[in-house]
């Protein structure tokens, strides 16, 4: 990947409704050309969409957990993702190696309806769970730079 590609999908990281004028002044290409690779970039998949920051809190969703998940019966088929994408309060699923399958990022408006969350996901998956709140959130969704 070229230098300015790179910068150009750091630039969009950060700011995603950068402007092709404004990519265009921090790189040193004219608009046509930053909306050109913006667009190579989007067709090659490196820039997968666009979205908005969401202040989880002010929405009514304070509580962010992680919730790890290990399969009761190991010889069932690993389709736990499948069996759980209808649970609208799975942010993110992500499989994992060691002692987990998947670490899953949830988040709801308190503790008893984190607690209810987790027996659906151990009902609908047939797993055991292991919880993490989340206390403080210093940073997230950092762009990467390198």
Known sequence: MEEIDRKILTLLAADGRMSFTDLGKATGLSTSAVHQRVKRLEARGLIKGYGATIDHEQVGLPLTAFVSVTPIDPSEPDDYPRRLSDIAEIESCWSVAGE????LKVRVPTPAVLEDLLARIRAIANVST???????TPYENRPVTG
């Open 100 to 103: 987990e399958s998947y670490i």
């Open 130 to 136: 292991r919880t993490t709140i989340v206390l403080s």
